[in-house]
């Protein structure tokens, strides 16, 4: 029983690789670009369930599961860093490259692009690796790199060097120490980078530091965990789109918290039933690194031609750059794949 719910959990992760990367997709689609005007408000709660309710549950999975995944290892501390510097560090300096010699290239050629507010050609050689670390405002903890999606990555890897210590946290502090963290994220406002780093990694330490399947317990529970998903998933949106409440964030949160279970339950049940995505599971990775830009370009610009339109043309124009922005980033994949594996292999570091 044990280990065919171990190799369950093994193809529902596989499976959610893609979709948890789709979510995103659809949060940057929204969030890239603030849109003003009459329109705004329809806007936001046409797009609302998509964008929020389902896209910002997209980086809380990927912790989840990377938690649960570092702790499952039985390779040594120094072998999961050692890993983590080739899967992890390594496509993480090399995208964050890429971009800023975008920048620079835009510079060199008279279309300089300012990067928080300074113009490039008024950086110093600490402003350039700054870049590597945050674009110039750590922002009460919420601050991303260049390349912004990757503050997941750089999370992670601290996460990942700091793993002995929360090891002992999960271990010995249990629910309690849970508890006291998810306390810590449903009252921080903003984006609260760092308290949902630390809650959602450790939520998934949690089930092998304490020799538990986390698909099996939610398949045991599968009622409760999926009534729990449609009452605040209904919360959620209702409080949004129809009645504001005081407590909308707080709502917000739980919701993302319930949507983890319900969505490795949702992969275990389409990889055990023949529902395969190897191709875009092998893609995710690489959709992950190349959606940004794209997104940030075809938003600014519907934004820009289409700004005194009505709200269902926004709302359709927001599903247009989702559509457009996933075939793109797929099909790079798949030329990469195709005619360039070896640049593929180093991109995506060898997954």
């Given amino acids: ?23 995103i997709i659809l949060l940057h689609c929204y969030s890239v670009v603030n849109l003003e005007g009459h329109s705004s408000v329809n806007y936001f709660r046409a797009v609302y369930p998509l964008a929020l309710w389902l896209g910002e549950s997209g980086v809380p999975g990927f912790f989840f599961i990377s938690g649960m995944l570092f702790y499952l290892s039985k390779k040594s501390y120094s072998q999961k860093l050692h890993s983590r510097l080739r899967t992890l560090l390594v ?30 050609g008024d950086f110093h050689a600490t402003d350039f690796i700054r870049l590597y670390w945050d674009r110039g405002s750590f922002d009460k903890g919420n601050f991303t790199p260049l390349l912004c999606p990757l ?32 306390g810590w994220w449903l009252t921080t406002y903003d984006n609260a980078f760092v308290p949902q780093t630390i809650l959602f990694f450790c939520l998934g330490a949690y089930f092998p530091l304490c020799n538990k399947n986390a698909l099996h317990i939610f398949c045991q529970h599968k009622t409760i965990f999926i009534s729990l998903t449609v009452i605040f998933a209904v919360m959620d949106i209702v409080s949004h789109v129809i009645y504001p409440t005081p407590v909308n964030l707080q709502i917000h949160r739980m919701a993302l918290l319930f949507n983890i279970p319900s969505l490795l339950l949702l992969g275990d049940y389409c990889s055990s039933h023949g529902l395969t995505n190897s191709m875009l599971s092998k893609a995710a990775f690489i959709v992950f690194c190349t959606h940004y830009p794209i997104v940030v370009a075809i938003r600014k ?25 996933t075939v793109l980033c797929i099909s790079f994949y798949q030329i990469l794949d195709r005619f360039f594996p070896k640049v593929k292999n180093v991109l995506s570091g060898n997954r």
């Fill in 1 to 23: 029983m044990q280990s065919n719910f171990e190799q369950r959990l093994s193809c529902a992760i596989t499976w959610l690789r893609f979709p948890l990367i789709f979510f």
């Fill in 91 to 120: 496509p993480y300096l090399i995208w964050n490259t890429l971009l800023l010699l975008l920048y620079i290239v835009a510079y060199a050629t008279g279309h300089s692009l300012d990067i928080n507010g300074k113009s490039i």
């Fill in 151 to 182: 503050w997941y990555i750089r999370n992670l890897l601290i996460m990942s060097v700091l793993s002995p210590i929360f090891y002992y946290l999960v271990k010995y502090g249990r629910g309690l120490f849970l508890l006291v963290v998810i």
């Fill in 301 to 325: 610009a519907c934004v820009v031609v289409f700004s005194n339109s009505s709200a269902a043309v926004h709302v359709l124009l927001y599903i247009f750059c989702v559509a457009v922005t």
